[in-house]
Nanobody
Framework: QLQVVESGGGLVQPGGSLRLTCAAS????????ITWFRQAPGKEREGVSC????????YYADSVKGRFTVSRDNTKNTVFLQMNSLKPEDTAIYYC????????????????????WGQGIQVTVSS
């Protein structure tokens, strides 16, 4: 019903920048939020940033505040994650997840509530 595709990953030097793109297509169902998750080798998957559909409110993990910015285009079908001042600790597979079903008692970073996921894209921060 809904396809989610990430793009824009790759290799970048520490201190550099990268912009990820999440494109959602193939569904007429409105979404409540789109969230970027990431999973580094040997670590748990964690929420990175979220943007809501209705008002564009954003959320960030403490580890990326001030460095990452989530945004969307004017169609609301595409969400971006601008990553600045990248650190080696940011190296991970980044996933775009879409929440379309209402959930109560949940937080933006609760991965269980997301209905559609992209395949993930590698971001490597290394010199």
């Amino acid at each position: 019903q809904l396809q989610v595709v990430e793009s824009g990953g790759g290799l970048v030097q520490p201190g550099g920048s990268l912009r990820l793109t999440c494109a959602a297509s193939g569904s007429t169902v409105d979404y409540y939020a789109i969230t970027w998750f990431r999973q580094a080798p040997g670590k748990e998957r964690e929420g990175v940033s979220c943007i809501t559909n209705s008002d564009g409110f954003t959320y960030y993990a403490d580890s990326v505040k001030g460095r990452f910015t989530v945004s969307r285009d004017n169609t609301k079908n595409t969400v971006f994650l601008q990553m600045n001042s990248l650190k080696p600790e940011d190296t991970a597979i980044y996933y775009c997840a879409v929440d379309v079903v209402p959930n109560s008692g949940s937080s933006w970073s609760d991965e269980w509530m997301y209905d559609y996921w992209g395949q993930g894209i590698q971001v490597t921060v290394s010199s």
